[in-house]
């Protein structure tokens, strides 16, 4: 069978198809009350499902682990990447965004022309100003809407779900700060012990990512103010940075994946 | 053998306990039997003969940048080049190698000892001599890149001071400050004294009544007003308005009062450690458990339009000047030294008030001690600080002026050296009590630094004229006006801002061109980030313990799990381990038949294991998001 990795969230399911190419999302199958809180909200649950072959399965959650180590090493080739274009557009002289001047990746023109957007500058970079702004709005709502869902599920807690072909092995309440509620099948033998483990491992990475994510936006979008030169330039340029990591993040993952599927040797 | 504790300063924020137990002089004197010797230190203290402190052509000034990242010295050079260019046309007026830079090559080395520092640059021990190393030195970085174990040695037998700040706005801020505070500042001669006296507390009462009421009547001058305040004025709300109201705010402040310390990895700890607890905490048995804001002044409570320009000000307090990553009184007991911090840092409260226009701070890294300025049954001993005091309100500089404390520091080094030797070898003849007020005074004395260019002092009125604080210039970071081949931030000095007006308004008149559209997603997304920045901060205030819980069950589908208690209903709870932030651990361990289940035990363990390493990666990220989002 195939593995499925699956993270249950109503808002990220609207947000993104997936988490680092690794959690499917989908929509929570209900909502859970709080006692302590005023409202009803969702608790996300990161829940996979896996070969019973303890062997295959270790494996299928490595290889999640290994894209999610990859997803940190994008993160770290967008920040430079952020670096270089900062560079590369204040050594034009002044500070222009004249993309004709410069021969850029699809994700740098795209970054350019947000921030030109955002400048309200005469210089257009691609297609018509409504085009643009249309696109630019769109990211900003985009952004919004992730980062209120990202600062609501650092209170709240995740469940992890280990399933063995749709056995449930292992069950853990986890809180941001890694306190942990474990709960095991009394008759599971110790390398389905070790797969849950993996599996926390898994989605504990795959937070810290997104947090690491959300750091390395807001970093950007400091960096990325020197060229716009306005006050409170780094809270516009949020949504751009953001834009960016993630479409350097979509490159990399897409990179990987033809190397893995390149025939090896001659 | 007494039993009399010793009592020393700092105060825990998190658990509102003292930072360090009072303990016996026999315990400590046992601390300082395993300590290695100090090495004897000169005697004098001081240029070569003939020079004067105060002429900076002929002591020289001199800068040391650290070896590493070339392209940050030069943006760190230009953010502070008026300071530069300011010192270059005063040190270098008759001899153009008394102006020094160590950049490059010539930098400080990672690892470097000040030995080792000086000897490459062909200087051995004994007094400076500006012909082969300017008196006056400026150490600019962090001390994790230059250990401030180089600058407390350095600043032995040069005057030295540090700067590190986050940002080269900020360096530029200050770079400014001090040449608009010597050019055009010119300061009423008055000084205050803020002297806490914490109810049931022994450590405030001491400073209160052996250090601040002594030394301000010692340092009485018929040119000076010197305001002492009781200790019930001595409150949070008062150093607010002294520091935020021009017309309160004195050229020379001298505080005394515990210094906040919180755990390793604090959410407060860089923000808050070193700030002044202030008379409105009621004392140990006052009040118990986390110390509030509300008690203690930090960089927080300094208004981004306070003018502070040409103010000196030092700090008796712990960690008021700043905290190293290792703790310094460990190692002798049990051959460890673990870390109070993650990393050595500067106490954000001085940094804060060099930006807002104070040329220099001094005062402690780690923690302080009584001993300072009381000696056994000598009782008060008070000519460092008198000796200081009275050579800046001369006008001296003041690297030069804290010299009294660098030669105090040398002193007691050759006298905990005779004794521990004395220990090793009689030891039936080791005074313990001796040994262990030796020793505190000897940590005590070498942790004092400036942070601020050394070079800096009082910048007086004379005459009948009146006194002038001059408005600080803001600095904007703004795009480069031409291409250079140099890091290329260059900075816009704003329209002066008087003291009193309010922060400019992004989202209100000033007209940028921004569109309206484009302003509501400004004003969205600030929002955000404030609601996510609190909610971080909220977050990690609460981690006051990690608790890992296993639990076991035939039937997983019939159990059901509880969110708000956190445990899950219809399973059995096998194992439990909950870690406070002080270390206390508490485990409960499963049993099978009368014995330790050692299987469940040891996956159990293994949760634990993943659960610890798990935080503090969760922590590390979080703190540096926190930084981030508050760099917005």
Redesign the interface.
């Given at each position: 069978m195939s593995p499925t990795f699956q993270l249950f969230d109503s808002d990220m399911a609207q947000l993104t198809p997936d988490v680092f190419g690794v959690w499917e999302t989908a929509p929570s199958e209900g909502a859970?009350s709080?006692?302590?809180l005023e409202e009803a909200e969702e608790?996300p649950v990161w829940s996979v499902n896996l070969s019973s072959d303890a062997f295959l399965a270790a494996h299928e959650l490595d290889a999640c682990l290994a894209q999610v180590a990859t997803s940190r090493k994008a993160l770290t080739i967008a920040e430079s990447r952020i670096d270089k274009l900062v560079a590369q557009t204040?050594?034009?002289?002044?500070?222009s965004f004249s993309v004709s001047a410069m021969d850029l990746p699809p994700a740098e023109s795209d970054l350019l022309a947000a921030l030109d957007q955002?400048?309200?500058g005469d210089t257009v970079s691609f297609g018509l100003l409504d085009e643009g702004q249309a696109a630019l709005?769109e990211a900003?709502e985009k952004?919004?809407r992730v980062?209120?869902r990202?600062?609501q599920a650092?209170?709240y807690?995740a469940?992890v779900e280990t399933r063995l072909e749709s056995r449930?092995?292992g069950?853990t309440?986890l809180?941001?700060?890694?306190?942990?509620?474990?709960?095991?099948?009394?008759?599971a033998p110790?390398e389905y012990?070790a797969l849950h483990?993996r599996t926390?491992?898994l989605t504990?990475a795959s937070?810290?990512a997104l947090?690491?994510t959300?750091?390395?936006t807001?970093?950007g979008?400091?960096k990325l103010s020197?060229?716009l030169?306005?006050?409170?330039g780094?809270?516009?340029a949020?949504?751009v940075a953001w834009k960016f990591i993630n479409q350097v993040m979509a490159e990399v993952g897409h990179y990987l994946e033809l190397r893995q599927t390149q025939p090896q040797g001659v | 053998m007494s039993d009399e504790k010793l009592y020393f300063n700092g105060i825990n924020g998190a658990s509102g306990d003292y930072e360090t137990p009072p303990m016996t002089a026999h315990e400590l004197a046992q601390v300082a039997l395993g300590g290695k010797k100090e090495s004897q230190g000169p005697d004098h203290y001081a240029p070569v003969y003939g020079v004067d402190k105060k002429d900076l052509s002929q002591t020289g000034w001199g800068v040391i940048f650290a070896q590493g990242d070339d392209k940050q010295t030069e943006a760190l050079k230009e953010a502070l080049q008026p300071l530069l260019d300011h010192r270059r046309s005063q040190a270098a007026k008759t001899n153009e190698t008394f102006y020094r830079e160590f950049t490059g090559p010539q930098a400080y080395k990672p690892g470097e000892t000040k030995n080792a520092f000086l000897k490459r640059h062909k200087v051995g021990p004994g007094p400076a001599d500006p012909k082969k190393m300017p008196y006056y030195l400026l150490v600019v970085g962090d001390p994790e890149t230059v250990p401030y174990m180089f600058q407390y040695q350095l600043d032995v037998q040069y005057a030295v001071g540090r700067l590190h700040f986050e940002t080269p706005e900020e360096y530029h801020q200050y770079a400014q400050n001090v040449v608009l505070a010597e050019q055009k500042a010119a300061l009423a001669r008055r000084a205050t004294f803020f002297g806490v006296s914490n109810p049931d507390d022994r450590a405030t009462q001491l400073s209160a009544e052996k250090l601040i009421k002594p030394l301000s009547a010692s340092v009485a001058n018929p040119n000076w007003t010197i305001n002492t305040l009781t200790p019930e004025e001595c409150k949070k709300a008062r150093l607010a308005s002294l520091l935020n109201n021009a017309a309160e705010t004195p050229s020379l402040l001298f505080t005394a009062s515990h210094g906040m310390g919180f755990p390793n990895g604090d959410s407060r700890q860089f923000k808050h450690q070193g700030a002044l607890l202030c008379q409105d905490w009621p004392g140990p048995k006052g009040h118990k458990g986390r110390i509030p804001e509300d008690f203690y002044f930090s960089a927080d409570d300094i208004n981004s339009s306070t003018n502070l320009l040409g103010m000196l000000a030092f700090f008796f307090a712990c960690y008021g000047c700043g905290t190293p990553k290792l703790d310094d009184y460990s190692l002798q007991q049990t051959g460890e030294r673990p870390e109070i911090a993650p990393h050595a840092f500067l106490a954000n409260l001085p940094r804060k008030m060099l930006t807002q226009g104070a040329l220099a701070v001094v005062g402690h890294v780690e923690r302080a001690w009584g001993t300072s300025f009381v000696w056994d049954t000598a009782g008060p001993q008070l000519a460092a600080f008198e000796s200081t005091l009275k050579e800046l309100m001369d006008g001296l500089p003041i690297g030069s002026a804290t010299e009294y404390f660098n030669s105090r520091y040398s002193e007691i080094s050759t006298m905990v050296s005779e004794l521990i030797e004395t220990g090793q070898t009689y030891p039936d003849q080791l005074n313990e009590q001796e040994l262990a007020g030796m020793w505190t005074a000897n940590n005590d004395s070498r942790s004092y630094v400036v942070i601020g260019d050394p070079a800096v002092r009082l910048p007086f009125v004379e005459g009948g004229a009146a006194p002038q604080r001059p408005s600080l210039e803001a600095v904007v970071?703004?795009?480069?006006?031409?291409?250079s081949s140099v890091s290329?931030?260059s900075f816009v000095v704003a329209p002066s801002v008087a003291p009193a007006e309010a922060p400019?308004d992004?989202?209100g008149d000033?007209n940028?061109?921004?569109?309206d559209?484009?302003k509501q997603?400004?004003a969205?997304?600030?929002d955000?980030?404030n609601?996510?920045t609190e909610?971080?901060k909220?977050?990690m205030d609460d981690?006051t313990s990690?608790?890992?819980?296993?639990?076991?069950?035939?039937d997983?589908?019939g159990?059901k799990?509880d969110?708000?208690a956190?445990?899950?209903n219809g399973?059995k709870l096998r194992a439990m381990t909950r870690i406070s932030l002080d270390g206390d651990t508490l485990n409960c361990v499963p049993d099978r038949g009368g014995r330790v289940d050692t299987?469940l035990w040891q996956?159990h363990l293994?949760?634990v294991q993943?659960?610890?390493a798990?935080?503090a990666?969760?922590?590390k990220?979080?703190m540096?998001?926190l930084g981030?989002?508050k760099?917005?």
């Open positions: 859970i709080f006692a302590a608790v204040r050594s034009q002289g002044e500070v955002i400048k309200g709005g900003q952004f919004q980062m209120e990202v600062a650092l209170i807690y469940l449930l092995v069950k309440g809180t941001w700060a890694a306190d942990a509620q474990t709960l095991w099948a009394s008759d110790p012990l483990r926390l491992a504990i937070r810290n947090m690491r959300f750091m390395l807001a970093q979008a400091v020197a060229l030169a306005t006050p409170g780094a809270i516009l949020l949504p | 970071a703004s795009a480069p006006k031409a291409a290329s931030a400019v992004v989202t000033v940028y061109g921004l569109s559209s484009v997603v400004q969205n997304v600030q955000l980030v609601k996510l909610t971080l909220q977050v981690v990690l608790e890992v819980r296993t639990y076991v069950s035939d997983l589908t159990v799990y969110y708000t956190r445990e899950f399973a299987d996956i293994s949760m993943q659960a610890q798990s935080r990666e969760m922590l990220t979080a540096s998001l981030s989002l760099a917005l």
